[in-house]
């Protein structure tokens, strides 16, 4: 019923820059928080950033934070992921994800969150 699906992803060059959507069909979420994670190869899945449903609160992971930006637009039921200075170890298929509460989203347990896409595939090479 309620489909998450990602676009934007493909091969880059470290230091360049990618635009990842994620659009919603089947219900408005824009009561929900949503989130963007990533699993690398042969790594966990692990949560990259995330925004509260009015926008107005956001998080980010250590690791991406000053180089990437999550935003959203519930007129379009989309969240983007602005990726910015990509190194190599950014390298994953990153999905976005979506639950009415954000700290599901911050918290570990990713099985229980309500909203998953299937993800798309971005590689950074040097």
């Known amino acids: 019923q309620v489909q998450l699906v990602e676009s934007g992803g493909g091969s880059a060059q470290a230091g360049d820059s990618l635009r990842l959507s994620c659009a919603a069909s089947g219900r408005s979420l824009s009561t929900y928080a949503m989130g963007w994670f990533r699993r690398a190869p042969g790594k966990e899945r692990e949560y990259v950033a995330v925004?509260?449903?009015?926008?107005?609160?956001?998080y980010y992971a250590n690791s991406v934070k000053g180089r990437f930006t999550i935003s959203r637009d519930n007129a379009k039921n989309t969240v983007y992921l602005q990726m910015n200075s990509l190194k190599v170890e950014d390298t994953a298929v990153y999905s976005c994800a979506s639950d009415p509460r954000v700290a599901t989203l911050l918290g570990q347990g990713f099985d229980v969150i309500d909203y998953w896409g299937k993800g798309t595939l971005v590689t950074v090479s040097s």
């Open positions: 925004i509260s449903w009015d926008g107005g609160s956001t």
